[in-house]
């Protein structure tokens, strides 16, 4: 199933982080702020959006600070800012779209989904629920016990100065069954410039400085204090070792939560957002009516 885009509005609500917003007519019960990961923008999104709005959910999925179409100022790039950027935005959204005047539920993917999760914890009267894709559960102090062996295995490869046109391929032969949409998402992380070259929309020192913010987040010391329902949705690779630690950490974290549940897509990319944006809409709206997130 195909769902459409054309319902997207940019929309102002005096904040310096792009929005897009899907509104519902008439809106349903629960809105949805979609958050994306380190390195990603909203674009990845968009499909996931557009099906919550035709299910009767207004949708606004965001760029986060130095991200895609966002102002990228030097500061600001901590765990604790991120989730002040994004209750602000809720703020102004409540004060000016119609659907986000009630219940908001956050979502958002990988490291998105660590914020996401973190601001269910520090505002549950802001947020109704929130929604961890493929994420939520990361703790990179775990694997790396410093921060310099982290910045060391996970920092960004270089991409400055390298053809769109060899990244664009490389993206559809690595990712053969997405969506033209979610290879666009994946692109629009780059600006093209007029040789044909990109330069990465999140600057490289910012991206560091956001690695370290998620390597010092520990979200296991979040579970058991969580007033909010918690939706879980890890993806299984395929890739045997992988996935057995990951579970391991979902089952724990759903022990955890006083209101937890996971729902797996198997087999799944990383971006299940970007890969199966329908058909995670479609669980979302489900876990609203009679599931975790009702």
């Known amino acids: 199933m195909t769902t459409s885009f054309d319902n997207r509005v940019p929309v102002s609500v005096d904040t310096s982080l792009a929005v897009d917003l899907w509104p519902a007519e008439p809106g349903g019960p629960t809105a949805f702020l979609l958050v994306h990961g380190l390195a ?8 996931t959006a557009a099906r919550l709005s035709e299910l009767g959910h207004p949708a606004a999925a965001v760029d986060q600070r130095g991200h895609g179409r966002s102002d990228k100022p030097a500061e600001g790039y901590t765990l604790d800012q991120a989730c002040e950027d994004l209750v602000n935005l809720t703020a102004r959204l409540r004060d000016t779209v119609s659907g986000f005047e009630a219940r908001v539920v956050v979502a958002g993917q990988s490291w998105g ?22 994420g939520g559960t990361i703790e990179l102090a775990s694997r790396f016990p410093d921060w310099e062996s982290c910045a060391a295995a996970l920092a960004p490869p270089r991409t400055t100065g390298r053809r769109a046109a060899d990244i664009e391929a490389f993206m559809n032969q690595a990712h053969p069954n997405w969506p033209a949409s979610g290879i666009a998402a994946q692109m629009a992380n ?27 987040h520990h979200p296991s010391t979040r579970y058991a204090g969580m007033k909010v329902p918690v ?15 990951k579970r391991k950490s979902v089952d724990e974290a759903v022990a955890a939560l006083p209101e937890g549940k996971a729902h797996w897509f198997s087999p799944a990319d990383h971006d299940i957002h970007a890969q199966f944006p329908v058909e995670l809409a479609e669980v979302l709206h489900a876990e609203t009516i009679e599931g975790i997130l009702a």
């Open 40 to 47: 990603s923008n909203a674009q990845l999104w968009w499909g």
């Open 113 to 134: 989904a660590n914020v996401a999760l973190e601001l269910g914890y520090r505002h549950p009267d802001v947020f109704s629920g929130v929604v961890c894709v493929d």
């Open 190 to 216: 780059f600006e093209v410039m007029a040789d044909g070259t990109v330069v990465p929309r999140l600057r490289f020192e910012n991206h560091m400085k956001l690695l370290q913010a998620l390597w010092g």
């Open 231 to 245: 939706l879980l949705v890890p993806a299984d690779s395929g890739q045997a070792s992988w996935t057995a630690d």
